[in-house]
């Protein structure tokens, strides 16, 4: 099953835009990922934020984390078309040894 | 740079047929993990290896799946009997002791008739 939920399910925006994603999971965690995947590919690892973050920034990226209210969000700011891909949160449970636990995933389209 | 790749990256077989998939981790990584992926939602997690030890199997893993590591390198996950259900991508990761990041391969995409 999966970990939590994602929303939106699907974002279109247009390039120069930002755009922002929620993610909600239920256990204690150690830390939470976000992962990108191109169509019928592999996924590749964005940004780590731990338990006791609240923020990090990446390049255009930015992650947010409230444990209390255990959630994520995810800003990529001035989008770009290649930005175009199924973003996904993973989890790390605090009892976990690394297992990912995957919510359903945001589909982005950022059109020229 | 060898990323982690997968063989086959297709495979089409019918209903009951056995199916055997690859997957080639990043060197000196000692932890691999398989995730099964269906259309539209997330990968879940299916089995973890650190080195030869196969550590956790997920309820999804049903007895009709066996995965190896036999020399803690590469890994085979095989499908017995496989059945319309099991149609699906799957991905291989690998990640070093040290890290939490999982470096994925491209994956194995499952079409059951």
């Known amino acids: 099953s999966q970990q939590g939920e994602e929303d939106p399910q699907a974002l279109s925006i247009q390039e120069g835009e930002n755009a922002t994603m929620n993610c909600s999971y239920k256990t204690s965690i150690n830390n939470l990922q976000w992962y990108r995947q191109n169509s019928g590919r592999g996924l590749v690892h964005l940004i780590l934020?731990?338990?006791?973050?609240r923020e990090k920034h990446s390049g255009r990226l930015r992650v947010t984390l409230d444990t209390s209210k255990k959630s994520s969000s995810l800003l990529i700011t001035a989008s770009r078309a290649a930005d175009t891909a199924s973003y996904f949160c993973?989890?790390?449970?605090?009892?976990?040894?690394?297992?990912?636990?995957f919510g359903a995933g945001t589909q982005v389209v950022v059109t020229p | 740079d060898t990323g982690v790749s997968q063989n086959p990256r297709h495979k089409i077989t019918k209903r009951g047929q056995n199916v055997t998939f690859r997957c080639d981790p990043i060197?000196?990584?000692?932890?691999l993990y398989w995730y099964r992926q269906t259309l539209g939602q997330g990968p879940e997690f299916l089995t973890y290896?650190?080195?030869?030890?196969?550590?956790?199997k997920s309820r999804l893993l049903s007895d009709r799946f066996s995965a190896e590591r036999p020399k803690g390198s590469f890994s085979t996950l095989e499908i017995q009997r496989t059945e319309q259900g099991d149609s699906a991508m799957y991905l291989c990761?690998?990640?070093?002791?040290?890290?939490?990041?999982?470096?994925f391969g491209p994956g194995t995409r499952l079409l059951v008739l």
């Open positions: 990761a690998s990640s070093p002791q040290s890290q939490e990041t999982q470096y």
């Open positions: 060197s000196e990584h000692n932890r």
């Open positions: 934020i731990r338990s006791n973050e």
């Open positions: 290896f650190q080195n030869e030890a196969q550590l956790e």
């Open positions: 993973a989890t790390v449970a605090t009892d976990s040894w690394g297992k990912l636990q």
